[in-house]
């Protein structure tokens, strides 16, 4: 069984850039969440997809965007990049929108802002 | 609104000595209730979840937790600490229809030799 796997692990932009990072969900899974956790801070969550749907989002702005594809795998794109938006950002997958099962979280990637 | 609370922010035990971490949590609906541990430059893992069962959930690791709804906590324990259990831990709170999990802030511990 494949676990959650993230790319890049590390990534470097300048304010005003986009970025794309990408989540493959475990197998079997159909539900994608993603967080963004700042240093020394607990994740927050950004939004959660389900079918290639959005099923719910947090508080952020609208240049957090994301998509999930067929085999349900999801990427996340900041436009726009400001300072704060360096910080780790975590995938997880599940297998049911609707209930609290467990999340499994992929390593993150760290990205800074300069 | 629903709401976590982690009462520490770092805590140090010697190996071998009792684990006792800290949580409470507001929530209007009957919570949810989590906790997942980090490991450095490692994904975060669920170590127990609390969905309304049993009080006294048993996780992995030898780690347990006990839902209290007079006290509104969600305190983690263990009964005796190795050295691998030097991570940082994360209550999580999850209600009603929202899907959004929210997250403590955390509390790292460290193990002594």
């Known amino acids: 069984e494949t676990g959650v796997t993230q790319s890049p692990t590390h990534l470097i932009k300048t304010r005003g850039q986009q970025v794309t990072l990408r989540c493959s969900s475990q197998?079997?899974?159909?539900?994608v969440s993603w967080y963004q956790q700042a240093l020394g801070q607990g994740p927050q969550f950004i939004f959660q997809?389900?079918?290639?749907?959005?099923?719910g989002r947090g508080n952020f702005p609208p240049r957090f965007s994301g998509l999930q594809f067929p085999n349900y795998s999801s990427e996340l794109n900041v436009n726009a990049l400001e300072l704060d938006d360096s910080a780790l950002y975590l995938c997880?997958?599940?297998?049911?929108?609707?209930?609290?099962?467990?999340?499994?979280f992929g390593p993150g990637t760290r990205l800074t802002v300069l | 609104a629903q709401s976590v609370t982690q009462l520490d922010s770092h805590v140090s035990v010697s190996e071998g000595t009792p684990v006792l971490l800290r949580c409470n949590y507001s929530?209007?609906?009957?919570?949810?209730l989590f906790w997942y541990v980090q490991h450095p430059n490692k994904g975060l893992q669920l170590l127990l979840k609390?969905?309304?069962?049993a009080t006294l959930v048993k996780g992995i690791n030898g780690f347990e937790a006990e839902f209290k709804k007079s006290e509104t906590s969600f305190h983690l324990t263990k009964p005796s600490a190795h050295m691998s259990d030097a991570a940082e831990y994360f209550c999580v709170v999850g209600a009603g229809n929202n899907r959004k999990l929210i997250w403590g802030l955390g509390t790292s511990l460290a193990v002594n030799p």
């Open positions: 197998s079997g899974h159909n539900t």
């Open positions: 997880a997958s599940s297998g049911d929108r609707g209930k609290y099962n467990e999340q499994f």
């Open positions: 609390y969905t309304s069962a």
């Open positions: 997809y389900y079918r290639e749907e959005e099923n």
């Open positions: 929530s209007s609906y009957s919570p949810s």
